[in-house]
T-cell receptor
């Protein structure tokens, strides 16, 4: 599976949009981009995933560049409860999930 | 969404004892379950993959005799940490993949193991 690169940490003001970038320049055509988050001492929580089209659900939006070498997870109105480590993972169907180091998002009042 | 539970949520044991952790898929059948380990301030590390009715496959560097995995039914996988030592203290997380869709994988809440 392709490797991903994410910033170590980011700050965001409560109520503002949080934009979390992820680089995956070696992504293959059959690999999806997944986003999970992990709140302290809990299991990872699924957020969203996509192949090449932008995706939106009740939690977030996923913007994938046309060349698919990078993506951005957008939390439209961050709350204090969104403080967590966010993991970007690229994975083909039937493959395992390998977690990178993720981005620690700090939402501040 | 589908729910995965783990039991116990927290366990403290003495060095040299064995500890069993259960992972259950509550409302779906999981043909495949995965076990991860997470040390403080680190990311999740995949340990092994278990398929119902067959032997688990371990990631490189993970001792299969140390971490025994059994996936006896479509809703239950167990991880046994044998002869636990303080360096085995960690957060153990399982996930389960639904047979309905290979894209879906659901994570449990984790088990905190402390070995004294």
């Amino acid at each position: 599976d392709a490797k991903t690169t994410q910033p170590t940490s980011m700050d965001c003001a409560e109520g503002r949009a949080a934009n979390l970038p992820c680089n995956h320049s070696t992504i293959s055509g059959n690999e999806y981009v997944y986003w999970y988050r992990q709140i302290h001492s809990q299991g990872p929580q699924y957020i969203i995933h996509g192949l090449k089209n932008n995706e939106t659900n009740e939690m977030a939006s996923l913007i994938i560049t046309e060349d698919r070498k990078s993506s951005t997870l957008i939390l439209p109105h961050a709350t204090l409860r969104d403080t967590a480590v966010y993991y970007c993972i690229v994975r083909a169907n039937f493959n395992k999930f390998y977690f990178g180091s993720g981005t620690k998002l700090n939402v501040k009042p | 969404g589908a729910v995965v539970s783990q039991h116990p949520s927290r366990v403290i044991c003495k060095s040299g004892t064995s500890v069993k952790i259960e992972c259950r898929s509550l409302d779906f059948q999981a043909t495949t379950m995965f076990w991860y380990r997470q040390f403080p301030k680190q990311s999740l590390m995949l340990m092994a993959t278990s398929n119902e009715g067959s032997k688990a496959t371990y990631e490189q560097g993970v001792e299969k005799d140390k971490f025994l995995i059994n996936h006896a039914s479509l809703t239950l996988s167990t991880l046994t940490v044998t002869s636990a030592h303080p360096e085995d203290s960690s957060f153990y997380i399982c996930s389960a993949r639904s047979g309905r869709s290979m894209d879906e994988q659901f994570f449990g809440p984790g088990t905190r193991l402390t070995v004294l």
